[in-house]
C-alpha cells in the first residue's frame, strides 16, 4: 500500500526526497574525498620512509613564524659531517642538498621544472632511491664526487619519451654527468616533487652549486619504535654542534612525516566540519518536506484510514504503513544518491587525473563502508519524518474519518 501510494504521486515523491539525496551525496561524497586523502598520505609515509627523519634549517610542515624560521643560520657542511659521524642509534644517515634552480640540457634540448638532489650513496638504501632502471651511484662513484647522475620517474618521461636514457649525457649547468639509472616513481599527492629531480654525488653537488648553502642530513632510524630515541640523540647532538645554550629554543627542525599526517588531521576535521554542516541542512530540509508530503498524504486518505480502522485496523497497523511510506522515500532517495555518486566518482577518478595530475589520489569507486552509512541515515531519518504524520493517522477517530468527505 506505502510502494503503491508512493508511484501514483512519483513527481511529488522524488522532490520530497530530493534535500536527502543531497544530503547522502554530502555524507558519500565527502567520504570518498577523504579516503583518498588517507591512501594519499599512506603512499607518502611508503615513498618517504615511515622510519625516516630529515634534519634541516626549515620547518616542512610549518606551524612557526616564518619570519624566525628564516633569520636560521645555514647548517653547514662542517656541521652535517660532524652529525653523521657522531651519531650512534641510528641505522644510516647521510647529507643532502637540493638546487631547485639550475639548466639541464640533454641532446641540445633545454628543459624547466627540474631540481638537484646532492645526496650520498646511502640513498640507495631508503624507500626513496629504488631503482627502476639501472642503478644508482656506489660508495666509491659518490667518495670520487663522480659525474653520475639518477634521474626522477618523470624527468625519464620527459627527457626520453620513448627510453633509452641509461648511458646518455646529461648537462647540469653546463657540467656533463653520465645517466646511470632511472627511480621509480615516488611521487604523492603531497610530494609529486619527488619524480622531479635528478639524484647526483653530493660532493659533485658541492662543486657545481658551492659550499654556501644550508644542507640537510637524512637520518633512517631503522624501525619506528626507535624514532624517539633517535629524534632525541639527534637534538642534543645538533644542540651542540651548533653552541646553543640551554635557554635558546632550537634552531633547526629535526622533520617527520607525521607533522604531515598532524596537518592532514586538521585538513580531515574542516572538511567534516563543513561537509557535516552542509549534510544537516539538507537532511533538515528533506525532513520537512517528507514531514510535509506525508501530512498531505494522510489528509487525502483520511476515508481510507477510517474505513481500515472501521473494519478492525490497529493503530500500529495504520503507524506502520505511513513509517514504511516516509522509510521508502528515504531509502528510494539514498539508492538515488548511491547511484549518481557512484557515476561522478568514476568520472572524477577516470578523467580528472588527466587535467589535474593530483587527482589520481581518487579512486573510482565507493567505499563499501560509506554504501553501509547511506542507508542507515536513510531509514533513520525516513522514520523522523514520517513519525508525527503516522501518529496523527493511527489516532484518527475512525467515524469522524468516514465523514471527513
Known amino acids: 500500500m506505502a510502494l503503491t501510494a508512493l508511484y501514483a504521486n512519483k513527481l511529488r515523491s522524488f522532490l520530497a526526497s530530493l534535500g536527502v539525496v543531497i544530503g547522502i551525496s554530502f555524507v558519500i561524497l565527502m567520504g570518498w574525498a577523504l579516503d583518498g586523502l588517507d591512501h594519499a598520505m599512506a603512499d607518502a609515509f611508503k615513498a618517504l620512509g615511515a622510519d625516516m627523519l630529515y634534519v634541516d634549517k626549515w620547518d616542512w610542515a610549518g606551524g612557526r613564524r616564518w619570519d624566525l624560521i628564516r633569520q636560521r643560520k645555514p647548517i653547514t657542511i662542517e656541521q ?7 651519531l650512534q642509534t641510528p641505522e644510516l644517515a647521510y647529507m643532502y642538498s637540493n638546487a631547485h634552480r639550475a639548466n639541464f640540457k640533454c641532446k641540445d634540448k633545454a628543459f624547466t621544472g627540474i631540481s638537484v638532489n646532492g645526496t650520498g650513496w646511502q640513498h640507495s638504501q631508503t624507500p626513496m632511491g629504488s631503482i627502476l632502471e639501472g642503478r644508482h651511484f656506489s660508495i666509491f662513484e659518490a667518495q670520487q664526487s663522480a659525474r653520475v647522475a639518477v634521474i626522477g620517474y618523470n624527468v625519464n618521461a620527459k627527457i626520453f619519451p620513448e627510453g633509452g636514457a ?31 629531480e635528478v639524484h647526483i654525488p653530493f660532493g659533485a653537488f658541492i662543486k657545481i652549486f658551492g659550499r654556501e648553502r644550508s644542507v640537510g642530513i637524512s637520518v633512517k632510524a631503522g624501525s619506528e619504535e626507535n624514532m624517539e630515541r633517535v629524534k632525541s640523540e639527534i637534538r642534543g647532538l645538533m644542540r651542540s654542534i651548533r653552541n646553543l645554550k640551554p635557554n635558546q629554543e632550537d634552531d633547526f627542525s629535526i622533520n617527520e612525516l607525521k ?26 530540509v528533506g525532513i520537512i518536506g517528507i514531514m510535509n508530503i506525508m501530512f498531505v498524504s494522510v489528509t487525502e486518505r483520511t476515508k481510507e484510514i477510517g474505513i481500515r480502522k472501521a473494519i478492525g485496523a490497529r493503530k500500529s497497523s495504520i503507524w506502520y504503513q505511513f513509517i514504511i511510506e516516509s522509510s521508502v522515500l528515504c531509502i528510494a532517495g539514498s539508492i538515488f ?27 573510482p569507486y565507493l567505499p563499501y563502508q560509506l554504501l553501509f552509512i547511506a542507508s542507515i541515515v536513510s531509514i533513520f531519518v525516513g522514520i523522523i519524518a514520517g513519525l508525527v504524520p503516522a501518529i496523527r493517522a493511527a489516532n484518527l477517530d475512525p467515524v469522524d474519518a468516514l465523514r471527513y468527505e
Open 80 to 86: 652535517g659531517k660532524e652529525l653523521v659521524e657522531r
Open 166 to 196: 641509461i648511458g646518455t649525457l646529461l648537462k647540469i649547468n653546463g657540467i656533463d654527468f653520465t645517466i646511470i639509472g632511472v627511480a621509480k616513481k615516488q611521487g604523492t599527492a603531497f610530494f609529486d616533487f619527488l619524480d622531479n
Open 259 to 284: 607533522a604531515f599526517d598532524e596537518i592532514l588531521n586538521e585538513m580531515r576535521k574542516y572538511i567534516w566540519g563543513a561537509g557535516i554542516g552542509m549534510t544537516i541542512l539538507s537532511f533538515i
Open 337 to 363: 544518491s548511491l547511484i549518481l555518486c557512484s557515476i561522478i566518482v568514476y568520472l572524477a577518478a577516470t578523467f580528472l587525473p588527466d587535467y589535474w595530475p593530483k587527482a589520481d589520489l581518487l579512486s
